[in-house]
């Protein structure tokens, strides 16, 4: 027992050993991406079924090398969090963000851009003034970005998050639950905090039309949402049969591949100036 531990023990710090380095060197090329500005904003349009009408868009990072390399978040943003290097990422995102709405022409009174942040960040007033500098700065209106916070990462102090919270929200930001239902929060987010949108997750879309047991939690995530009368979005959507079933199910706000793929600003704009002309058609 002694030697199996002992090979255990040897096995786990050779892991350890051999990942530190390549997190370093993630690091350090995270780094330089940030002095480059090499983060940059993909948009995916959020849609209502019922109109086929944009109603805002989700804005997800993108790391795009200067070789033409677009690398997924899903390859750097956890080893950003631990180096804390999701803080200057955001603010690359917010500036561009703020940057991008100036440029929109004809978009409806209501519409927004929503930015993904972490629990952490929404604990912070500095935070909240940043954000708010910067939109004032690039002539924006507030009420044109919204907040998104997953909760996936917990909350360690929700006085001070209620707090930077009602300063957005008193300043015309909305705030949205990201993944609801797949982190610590739960729903107890919804009593504690002043969150008005609730994002229901692609997990969940999944098991619409299959015999998934998590399909139940579905339709419970939704009957909370009216009862606590949330705006809710329906993430992940890809096919007409979800969209079908969302719509029976008095959820209207699509997000998806089945509309729309994230997209560069610049495929942005012809995107909703299409959506315009059917509009007017």
């Given at each position: 027992m002694v030697n199996v531990f002992l090979c255990i023990l040897l096995v786990i710090t050779c892991i350890f050993l051999g990942?530190?380095?390549?997190?370093?060197?993630?690091?350090?090329a995270i780094e330089r991406?940030?002095?480059?500005?090499?983060?940059?904003?993909?948009?995916?349009?959020?849609i209502n079924s019922m109109t086929g009408s944009i109603i805002g868009c989700e804005s997800l990072i993108r790391w795009c090398k200067?070789?033409?390399?677009?690398?997924?978040?899903?390859?750097?943003?956890?080893?950003a969090e631990q180096n804390k290097q999701i803080y200057e990422i955001t603010d690359l995102l917010i500036?561009?963000?703020?940057?991008?709405?100036?440029?929109?022409?004809?978009?409806?009174?209501?519409f927004y851009i929503s930015i993904n942040v972490i629990p952490r960040q929404?604990?912070?007033?500095?935070?909240?003034?940043?954000?708010?500098?910067?939109?004032?700065?690039?002539?924006?209106?507030?009420?044109?970005?919204?907040?998104?916070?997953?909760?996936?990462?917990?909350?360690?102090?929700?006085t001070s998050a209620k707090e930077v919270m009602q300063r957005l929200i008193?300043?015309?930001?909305?705030?949205?639950?990201?993944?609801?239902?797949?982190?610590?929060?739960?729903?107890?987010?919804?009593?504690?905090?002043?969150?008005?949108?609730?994002?229901?997750?692609?997990?969940?879309?999944?098991?619409?039309?299959?015999?998934?047991?998590k399909a139940n939690i579905l339709n419970a995530i939704i009957s909370f949402g009216k009862e606590a009368k949330l705006t809710m979005i329906a993430e992940g959507v890809e096919t007409q049969e979800q969209v079908n079933y969302l719509r029976d199910q008095g959820v209207f706000l699509i997000q998806g591949f089945y509309y729309a793929k994230p997209m560069p600003f610049s495929d942005l704009e012809k995107y909703i100036n299409n959506n315009l002309k059917k509009d007017n058609h």
């Open positions: 990942l530190r380095p390549q997190q370093r060197t993630v690091k350090m991406g940030i002095k480059r500005k090499e983060f940059i904003p993909f948009y995916q349009p959020i200067a070789n033409g390399e677009i690398i997924s978040p899903a390859n750097f943003i956890d080893i500036s561009q963000v703020a940057e991008d709405l100036s440029k929109l022409n004809n978009i409806h009174d209501n929404l604990q912070n007033q500095t935070f909240a003034t940043k954000l708010l500098n910067t939109l004032s700065s690039a002539q924006v209106s507030n009420h044109r970005v919204a907040i998104e916070v997953t909760e996936r990462t917990q909350f360690t102090n929700v008193d300043h015309g930001i909305s705030i949205k639950l990201d993944d609801a239902g797949t982190g610590f929060g739960g729903f107890s987010y919804f009593q504690e905090l002043p969150i008005s949108t609730l994002k229901i997750d692609k997990m969940f879309i999944d098991t619409i039309g299959t015999c998934d047991v």
